[in-house]
């Protein structure tokens, strides 16, 4: 081990205040620590997160804030007592660097589910006080636990959005026995959670049905994501004719939207898990007690989840639909992304623009 990239300046893109413009920030890693891994950052995929923290949506933003949450690199340097990577391997990070690693939920794996918090990627206060920076940066300086191994075979590119998109569908499909070929999955919103879950959705052998406001979305639905259908949200018709015919949803819409025409859809027993961050959620108590419904929430996942997850990827030769762009372009890829005006997932290529 080396100290060498203690004082190494990290060159980033940061907001400075609610505009949520973003522009060149130098600012300094921590140190390596014995258990940790600094990583040389390739790729970092862009997520609504991005856009809420540095607007400061939610009133708690920290600037200079470096957003970026789905990171995919190289390893450059290893703490000594690191043991799972070694210099050159490629290794993914997500939406948190840190827990108590003591609580039930960090021995389970689920540490994303932290008795006293976990530590997120970007804005969170570290244990040293520190406020993270994320992936809109050239390196990255993580304890080895929440780190993830990306096989070789994989492109980095495609993997950085697994990093939250993926893992955020995966571990609740996982969780509620979605991967029993067969069976029925309507998913809720094509954006890109959505697109993850119908990729998901084939590759475990559902029968996958998609939901959206958008028309314009059914061509790429069926052809390209392998959809089995596609039904207009709004049509009264498409919707009735559905009913009682899906074993599970999967909701990954953000924007406002009435969940009993969806609860209607579900077979009895049915489970739908709402991913997705609605102002409210509202329906009535019929339609989830008539038939024994099932409605569920979920937050990304844990360690042990998202590397299955990864794997499952590489296996399965399955890739997010991404647009490749430069660090240069992020302030832009934001407002698009505010737009819907992406598909499905914005990864900045790092290694190339960030000089």
């Known amino acids: 081990m080396s100290s060498e990239s203690a004082n190494e300046n990290c060159l980033g893109y940061a907001a400075r205040d609610p505009s949520g413009v973003l522009s060149e920030y130098k600012f300094s890693r921590r140190c390596l ?53 070694k210099v050159g391997d490629h290794i993914g990070v997500g939406t948190y660097v840190n827990s108590c ?105 559902l029968r996958v049905t998609v939901f959206s406001t958008s028309v314009s979305k059914k061509e790429e639905a069926l052809s390209q994501l392998g959809a089995d259908k596609f039904v207009v949200s709004s049509d009264q018709e498409q919707m009735t004719a559905l009913v009682k015919s899906l074993d599970f949803l999967i909701d990954t819409a953000s924007g406002d939207h009435p969940f009993d025409p969806y609860m209607a859809l579900l077979k009895t027993g049915g489970t739908l898990v709402l991913v997705g961050f609605p102002s409210e959620v509202k329906f009535s108590p019929a339609s989830l007690n008539l038939g024994m419904k099932t409605i569920s929430g979920s937050l990304t996942g844990g360690t042990k989840d998202t590397q299955e997850m990864i794997d499952f990827c590489a296996a399965h030769e399955i890739h997010p639909m991404i647009e490749i762009i430069p660090i240069q372009y992020a302030t832009e890829a934001l407002e698009r992304l505010v737009k819907k005006d992406v598909k499905y997932r914005f990864v900045i290529d790092i290694e190339n623009s960030l000089k």
């Open 101 to 205: 690693r003591d609580c039930e939920y960090c021995n389970e794996g689920f540490e994303v589910h932290c008795v006293k918090g976990s530590v997120y990627t970007f804005n969170g206060v570290d244990t040293d006080g520190t406020i993270t920076k994320g992936g809109y940066s050239s390196h990255i300086v993580v304890h080895e636990r929440y780190c993830f191994k990306i096989p070789d075979n994989y492109p980095l590119a495609s993997a950085a959005p697994l990093l939250c998109a993926g893992i955020t569908v995966y571990a609740p499909m996982k969780r509620h026995k979605m991967n029993q070929p067969g069976k029925s999955l309507g998913v809720i919103g094509l954006g890109g959670l959505g697109h993850m879950a119908v990729k998901f959705g084939k590759a475990f052998g």
């Open 33 to 85: 620590g014995i258990d940790d891994i600094s990583i040389k950052i390739t790729h970092c995929g862009v997520c609504y997160a991005d856009v809420i923290w540095a607007r400061n949506k939610h009133g708690d933003s920290k600037y200079p804030l470096v957003p970026g949450h789905e990171i995919a690199g190289i390893v450059k340097e290893v703490g000594s007592n690191v043991h799972r990577f």
